[in-house]
């Protein structure tokens, strides 16, 4: 036996050995793993171990989940910065909402994470809009800022409600005017009806990409006796279509990057985890 | 103390039976060795990652089988080969693989104006009338030329069905893929002038002429002006959305809003899209930059906009002039 173990060449020496000893070793050089590898593990110091499981990598995270944290911190950091605009924050309120936004965005805001990530192609995700909400109630909890800076910020955010009403129902109306042939005057007087009428989930369809239909009810008043007969036009000159991709008006914030209004950064104790994307070792 | 009855004898005989055994498994464990390191007995997961030192060998097999089950199919697969995709384009002369009767023509014509023929007269007449009615309301308008221009907007509707039917009546029957083409080329020239404005450059409608010279001149000017009003409207409506999606990126207050609207209304053409926005903000003097922006926003400004593979809505609009 010995004499035909010595005849065989190395790797079937080896074999031959494995087979006999033990099946642990046998696997290990099947795969080519080289014995060293199969040594039992060194026993770790409780220290040492628990630095390693503290040390242990971030889940990873597809593209679109660091996409949507980006583009989240992007928008929180810009907010941020707006309160401070508005508000003036002294250096004590700036530390406690920086501290408290860090600590709290990614529960706050997981589901933000979640609905991008999960959402098709069209996404379908009001960033702004969730955040806005998150960053109005960090202020609204805020115990150092006054009520005067607190309502300054609502009037800001307002303001911004202005605008984006303006801008839908400015859509609405172009949209009316082809199709019911509305004077100049008719326009200014369908927008007034819009106002009245405004619904929040009109901002929700804009931001998904489509422009709410004026229904013919809401501005009959306002149309003449022929126009109210004639109907709508079908064609009403106007085309809607979906290109792949394109800029985004969304700002971006690294994730290893600290929250900073005025001047003071978010407290070093509170981690910034470090994610790693997708399909790359940590 | 041995037993009695076992004897020299007996304990050779083990001994040997031992040897013998010995030997067999010895033989069965070097043939699976000598297996497992010639590569048969493989990983599933590295199948196809043969030995190198076998590998020609096992690849000369496979090319073989291969090569072997194209030429003769197995005895026990019923399906016929699938046939390759080698075929030439069909030639010009051959046959489209439907007949086409001047009817189904008709329908090919209509399908591009509404869906039918009682649509599409029902759309037209209709779009007279809207314009009718909205010049009724800017400037006033006499019912003889209401009348008149109404009953143009029908002959109009009337002397394309006739074109419609001729042009049905002349189309081949059993066309060929060149035919059809040539033929699909003129369907489009005939009802290019019902697509919105933009996309023709063919004269108005016979009815917008008939109203043109009808109407006096300061109707028209009215309807001029009327006409810019609207389309002021519209346009400011596009340059405060970009304003909203540039303060989105920017995180601007309403105060800077406020500062950034006049230089949307100075240069229009700047403010009708993100893109061109951002540049126009790029290339501000760093001075009036200053004047509208926090440091913070300028350094944002400096960055490119990121770009996303969603989908985006694209809203064309044609406009009406009358």
Redesign the interface.
């Known amino acids: 036996m010995i004499s035909l173990t010595l005849a065989m060449n190395n790797s079937l020496a080896r074999n031959l050995f494995c087979l006999g000893g033990s099946l642990l070793c046998t696997f290990a050089l099947h795969n080519n793993v080289g014995y060293a590898q199969v040594l039992p593990a060194i026993q770790l110091r409780p220290a040492i171990r628990a630095a390693v499981v503290a040390a242990a990598p971030a889940p990873a995270l597809n593209d679109k989940d660091l996409a949507a944290r980006r583009w989240t911190r992007g928008l929180i950091q810009q907010e941020l910065h707006s309160v401070h605009s508005v508000c003036k924050l002294n250096p004590e309120q700036a530390k406690e909402l920086v501290d408290a936004i860090e600590s709290q965005w990614k529960s706050k805001l997981a589901s933000t994470f979640r609905s991008y990530a999960e959402s098709n192609q069209r996404g379908g995700v009001d960033f702004e809009f969730r955040v806005e909400n998150a960053v109005r109630a960090w202020v609204q909890a805020s115990t150092s800022l006054s009520e005067d800076q607190k309502k300054a910020w609502d009037e800001e955010i307002e303001s911004r409600n202005t605008l984006r009403r303006r801008v839908v129902i400015g859509k609405m109306v172009a949209d009316a005017e082809r199709k019911y042939g509305l004077s100049s005057s008719q326009m200014q007087e369908a927008e007034k009806l819009l106002l009245d009428r405004w619904k929040e989930a009109w901002w929700v369809m804009y931001r998904h990409g489509t422009t709410p239909e004026t229904k013919f009810a809401w501005i009959s008043s306002i149309l003449s006796e022929s126009q109210r007969t004639a109907g709508s036009d079908p064609n009403a000159l106007r085309q809607e279509y979906y290109t792949s991709g394109g800029a985004t008006d969304l700002p971006s914030k690294s994730l290893n990057e600290r929250f900073e209004v005025a001047g003071v950064e978010s407290d070093q104790s509170i981690s910034i985890e470090a994610v790693t994307p997708a399909g790359q070792k940590p | 103390m041995m037993h009695p009855l076992f004897t020299k004898h007996h304990t050779c005989f083990i001994l040997q039976s031992t040897a013998i055994f010995?030997?067999i498994f010895?033989a069965i464990?070097?043939a699976?060795?000598?297996m497992?390191?010639l590569g048969y007995a493989q990983?599933p997961k590295n199948k196809n990652q043969p030995n190198p030192q076998t590998a020609p060998n096992i690849a000369d097999k496979k090319t073989e089988d291969n090569n072997a089950s194209e030429k003769i199919p197995r005895i026990f697969d019923r399906n016929s080969p699938e046939p390759e995709d080698d075929n030439p384009p069909p030639p010009k002369n051959a046959m489209v693989n439907f007949a086409m009767d001047p009817d189904r023509w008709i329908d090919v014509i209509y399908s591009q104006l509404?869906g039918s023929e009682s649509t599409f007269e029902q759309?037209q007449r209709?779009?007279a009338?809207?314009?009718l009615?909205?010049i009724?309301?800017?400037c006033g308008l006499d019912e003889s030329i209401r009348e008149k221009v109404q009953a143009t907007a029908d002959l109009e509707i009337q002397r394309f069905k006739t074109e419609v039917l001729t042009l049905a009546s002349q189309a081949p029957r059993n066309p060929t893929q060149e035919e059809y083409q040539e033929f699909y080329n003129r369907i489009h020239k005939l009802t290019q002038k019902y697509q919105?404005?933009m996309l023709n450059k063919t004269d108005p409608f016979l009815w917008q002429k008939v109203l043109s010279t009808n109407l006096s001149e300061t109707q028209q000017t009215a309807i001029k002006n009327?006409a810019e009003?609207?389309t002021e409207?519209?346009e400011?409506?596009v340059r405060?959305?970009t304003?909203?999606?540039?303060?989105?990126?920017?995180?601007?207050?309403?105060k800077q809003?406020e500062k950034l609207l006049p230089y949307t209304q100075s240069q229009p053409e700047s403010w009708k899209t993100?893109?061109r926005a951002?540049q126009t903000l790029q290339s501000f003097p760093d001075k009036e930059k200053q004047n509208l922006f926090?440091n913070?926003?300028i350094a944002?400004l400096k960055k490119p906009?990121?770009?996303?593979?969603?989908?985006?809505?694209?809203?064309?609009?044609?406009?009406?002039e009358w």
Do not use: C
């Open positions: 010995t030997a010895t464990f070097t699976i060795a000598m497992t390191s990983d509404g759309f209709r779009r009338r809207i314009s009615n909205r009724e309301l800017i919105p404005r009327e009003k609207r409207y519209r400011q409506t405060l959305e304003v909203l999606r540039i303060s989105r990126r920017l995180g601007l207050t309403s809003r993100l893109e951002w926090t913070e926003q944002e906009l990121e770009t996303t593979d969603e989908l985006q809505l694209v809203v064309r609009e044609f406009g009406e």
